[in-house]
T-cell receptor, first 111, second 114 residues
Framework: KQEVTQIPAALSVPEGENLVLNCSFT??????LQWFRQDPGKGLTSLLL?????REQTSGRLNASLDKSSGRSTLYIAASQPGDSATYLC??????????FGTGTSLTVIP | NAGVTQTPKFRILKIGQSMTLQCTQD?????MYWYRQDPGMGLKLIYY???????DKGEVPNGYNVSRSTTEDFPLRLELAAPSQTSVYFC?????????????FGPGTRLTVL
């Protein structure tokens, strides 16, 4: 069974800092990997989707990378803003339409 | 487009009661999913469907049932509610293929079983 781990569980940074969130998974036979943002009491919003054949995806200040062989993905956030404060979840899509989520990293950006 | 909608937003059940959580999407997505999220935990897949009339179990299906009679609707049924089913339930949909695997989530249903 796929196990997905996110480190750190919580992160607090001053506004303007660049930061990296980590996601690791145990089975490299993945279909895709998706990063989500979740605001308190809300649903999930997709940020970036990386297919298994891709190495990275970029959207604005966000960049996600994927290294299947080492079972790792990182989400890089440039020039962080208070509005980036949320919980960030990664989800690994495996064969058989099964998706496995990490427990998330709670990010606080201090003005 | 409204996207993925879920009703109700909140519900309190007594042990042994039954209820149906409703999920509807208007994006003509083939795939639909039900997840539960316990406090401080990631989401776990309960059931999914790859099209009308086709459903399959996810990681934690016990105590739940689903049906998919139309492309738009994917209700989740709890037959005999138990305290262990207290959770936030999310419905999602996607249209697999090329770069269209992105899952779109509803706002969630917060269920408490007492």
């Amino acid at each position: 069974k796929q196990e997905v781990t996110q480190i750190p569980a919580a992160l607090s940074v001053p506004e303007g800092e660049n930061l990296v969130l980590n996601c690791s998974f145990t089975d490299s036979a993945i279909y895709n990997l998706q990063w989500f943002r979740q605001d308190p009491g809300k649903g999930l919003t997709s940020l970036l989707l990386i297919q298994s054949s891709q190495r990275e995806q970029t959207s604005g200040r966000l960049n996600a990378s994927l290294d299947k062989s080492s079972g790792r993905s990182t989400l890089y956030i440039a020039a962080s803003q208070p509005g980036d404060s949320a919980t960030y979840l990664c989800a690994v899509g495996s064969t058989g339409n099964q998706f496995y989520f990490g427990t998330g990293t709670s990010l606080t950006v201090i003005p | 487009n409204a996207g993925v909608t879920q009703t109700p937003k909140f519900r309190i059940l007594k042990i042994g009661q039954s209820m149906t959580l409703q999920c509807t999407q208007d994006m003509n997505h083939n795939y639909m999913y039900w997840y539960r999220q316990d406090p401080g935990m990631g989401l776990k897949l309960i059931y999914y469907s790859v099209g009308a009339g086709i459903t399959d179990k996810g990681e934690v299906p016990n105590g739940y049932n689903v049906s998919r009679s139309t492309t738009e609707d994917f209700p989740l049924r709890l037959e005999l509610a138990a305290p262990s089913q207290t959770s936030v339930y999310f419905c999602a949909s996607s249209y697999p293929g090329l770069a269209q695997d992105t899952q779109y989530f509803g706002p969630g249903t917060r269920l408490t079983v007492l």
